[in-house]
């Protein structure tokens, strides 16, 4: 168990997360999260991502730009001095 106190920040008040919490959650700076109460709790429950979430959005934005052109010609070293063709 472990304590921390209700500070001001600006104009609202902060917990701080100590830093055992966080890497037992794997929590990081810029973590969402969803806050609720229940029976006298607050709840603070991590809005965990889904995996390759936003793949599919970025892949067609990224087409959308032509950021998704192929590399054939990018010359190298071993294709110009090992290489035989």
């Not at 600006?10 to 966080?22: A, D, E, M, Q, Y």
């Amino acid at each position: 168990m472990t304590h921390t106190t209700l500070k001001k920040w600006g104009n609202s008040l902060g917990l701080r997360i100590p830093k055992t919490i966080l890497a037992e959650n794997k929590l990081q700076e810029g973590t969402l999260f969803i806050v609720h109460s229940k029976d006298g709790r607050i709840i603070l429950e991590p809005q965990r991502r889904k995996v390759r979430e936003g793949w599919a959005e970025a892949a067609n934005q990224a087409h959308a730009n032509g950021d998704d052109k192929t590399m054939m010609d990018f010359p190298n070293e071993f294709d110009q001095e090992e290489w035989t063709w």
